[in-house]
């Protein structure tokens, strides 16, 4: 073999043969780091201002440095507390009862809607799947005007009801449902249900269910974040404020900082203290994701 040929056969210094030539991999991984690393400064840089400006009492907020912490937290969170005889804390159980009733009603109807639509096969299966999907791309604007006139019809508006009825159904909860659903119930095991002399309800909660809850942890979590920020819908249906949700009752608070600047510190207070429950209930049930798909029944 000539030298040349020895030349173009033998390896780069430093490589090792038979591996791909190409880029070092530190600099292919920076643009997606660098990428993340700001996507996390942009979703976290408004939460520090927030847990920040909290700290600061009515004239620090305006004469400090942004992020500088202030020494008026304590006090901020009695005159919270304080105002409207503690009308604050009626909003925020206003909105434990709306997110945590509402989003159990939707994830029981989403379960059952889902498991329904994965396991049997019935006439029109699909064109009730898709009117579903055709719901999950409406936006929430859209519909809120027309479920005012209805539920004004039934007299129903100004009532905790005129919050709760309307996010019982849930497009997107069922559609995670039947995608879960139809992963994680294998046919068979349905099959030997059946064989064993079950009814179909049995079935259900007996062997499905307990192998969908990762799922339908999913969908209650997903939903009771929405409940808990939703605004326009509380906005439109109710005028008494004692039974307004944490997002409205705040808002009321900022419309009046504009002729009372104190009840901005108020609002910011408010405002970190609303985050907390959110953070709480993520905390908490973020272990049940760690269960295996078929967890409670038998694996097939």
Known sequence: MSSLALRKAAPAAG?????????PRGRIALVPTLTLLFGALYCLLPVAWVVIAATKSGSEL???????????FTQNVKELAAYRNGIYWKWMGNSALYAGLGALLSTAVSAVSGYALAVYRFRGRETVFSILMAGVLMPPVILAIPQYLLLAKADLTDSYASVLLPLVLSPYGVYLARIYAAAAVPEDVVEAGRMDGAGEWRIFTRIALPMMVPGLVTVFLFQFVAVWNNFLLPYIMLSDDEKFPITLGLFTLLEQGSNTPALYTLVITGALLAIVPLVALFLVIQRFWSLDLLSGAVKS
């Open 62 to 72: 305006f004469s400090t440095f942004t992020f500088l912490p202030g020494t008026g």
């Open 15 to 23: 490589t090792t043969p038979g591996t791909a030539q190409g880029p």
